[in-house]
């Protein structure tokens, strides 16, 4: 069963910054797209950003500029770096990544930014 750990959630002021890391814990043939969601409270959940195998990536108007994904394709880790961080941008933070079996999904972490 492939997993997915999430880390790097917490508690940050506004205008701060964090990163957060999503590793696969069991080998997969191969891993396509990886990509991050975020649910805020009372929202619905929204794609903030995508990469594929090669690097391009995609984000969501809402935090164009402020976040940034990369992937380690050989530790099948994704990131994902958020800065100048607003209230808005409070929520859980969950990765997703696309295989040739299917999508698998972490657990989340939680991000809080106080004002």
């Known amino acids: 069963q492939v997993q997915l750990v999430e880390s790097g959630g917490g508690l940050v002021q506004a205008g701060g910054s964090l990163r957060l890391s999503c590793e696969v814990t069991?080998?997969?043939?191969?891993?396509?797209?990886m990509g991050w969601y975020r649910q805020a409270p009372e929202k619905e959940r929204e794609l903030v950003a995508t990469?594929?195998?090669?690097?391009?990536?995609d984000y969501a108007a809402s935090v164009q500029d402020r976040l940034v994904i990369s992937r380690d394709n050989a530790k099948n880790t994704v990131h994902l770096q958020l800065n100048s961080l607003k209230s808005d941008d409070t929520g859980v933070y969950s990765c997703i990544v696309r295989t040739l079996t299917g999508d698998y999904w972490g657990r989340g972490t939680q991000v809080t930014v106080s004002t």
């Open positions: 990469i594929t195998p090669g690097g391009s990536t």
């Open positions: 069991k080998s997969v043939s191969r891993i396509d797209a």
